[in-house]
């Protein structure tokens, strides 16, 4: 449908997929465990208009798979959300926006990128919320029907942006979250109560314009990041990205009461690296402690022999590994350590345990050639580093694995870690179930969904009951 020679990130297991279906998935080997009752859903970039120009794969636009376990069965669906710069793409008939590749100056006036929801989504107040890794309105959508409901404006009370990986308390069922821009004071951070209405939102100031990516929260507290991945600011004055890494700059951490204000706000310094992902962050004692996965080269060499997407493929190359921050509110100093060395991220872990004290996390491997790619799973236990993995195969590639606890589990891992695995020699998808009290044994369950499903970003297990 695309020219392929737009990008990469628009063949093989990237290819968008063009309808929206509903189906039962096929049962290919194993059981599906009766004690697994709810919805996975993941969100990703899959391009609806031909692209203008370069494609990179944080263009596409925002579109939500989900497949719904119960009874032993899994029946899937599938959704493009009806963002506002979709729906005026739709009605032209033609993309209107180039990607970040390509110079800005053709598209609509005003809106430099085309916000496309395709990275995350959160489950609050009710409505799943689909967001986007630069910001933007949630776009509301119905867990069941996966119509978009249209974008949050939390009950009236909010009309600002809100970034990717915000994140839902599961004690309080608050949504912490944040944005980020070019403007001073460059940040943001902000809660919505569990009815969704807006009720704390304050700046974060940082010393200039940043990428961040993520937050992590404790019972007390929210944890925003101030990354060393700076811009030019003569180039950003004319409205152009352009970042590097500032080594002689501190990772800093905002250690922010959840309800407080700005002058509540406490910093703290560590070795300077980026994060994508934290995994989990809880309070003991004084310290204040935070697992993420840990880059310390955010910038790649290029490499020519990958041609004209070298440059695209250098950007998006992912080196990070497991690592533990300890910011300690007593003496205001930071302990780190790394927990492992090998190249994973897109961390999960028992949602029910985010903000307290976790033990296991779950992330993909990533796999070697240059384009980016999953093959394979690692449980981590977080105190030790030490892993247990399962890697897909020859040609299969997974997704951002969710934990799911089983109905009336007793322990942390005591349910099911589940991925969405492309086989990219057949042009077909199928539905992993793992055992996550031993994902190295294999899929207790494998399921062919009823169309491929593209590789994309962020993926969610929302419980049976959490659904009614
Ligand atoms: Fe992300």
Known sequence: MFDPARSPYLQGSYAPVSAEVDGECELVAGEVPRDLDGLLVRNGPNARHEPRGRYHWFDGDGMLHALRVKGGRVTYKNRWVRTSGLSREDAAGHALWSGIMEPIRDN???????????????????????????????????PVTLETLGKDDFAGTFKGKVSAHSKVDPRTGELLFFDYGPIAPYMHFGVADAEGRVVNHMPIELPGPRLPHDLAFTERFAILMDLPVVFDMDLLAKGRWRTSFDRSLPARFAVAPRRGLPTDVRWFEAEPCYIYHSVNAWEEGSEIVMVGCRVAEPFQPTRPEEGPWAVMMATLRIQAALHEWRFDLATGKTRERALDDANTEFPTMDRRRLGQRSRNAYNVLIGSEPTVYFDGVAKYDTETGRSERLVFGPGRRGSESPFAPRVGAAGEDDGYVMSIVHDEREGRSELWILDAKDVARGPVARLRTPQRVPLGFHALWIAGHDLA
Do not use: E, F, Q, S
């Open 108 to 142: 609509p006036a005003g809106i430099p990128y085309k916000d496309t929801a395709n990275t995350d989504v959160v489950h609050h107040a009710g409505a799943l919320k689909a967001l986007w890794y630069l910001c933007g309105p949630p776009y509301k959508v119905d």
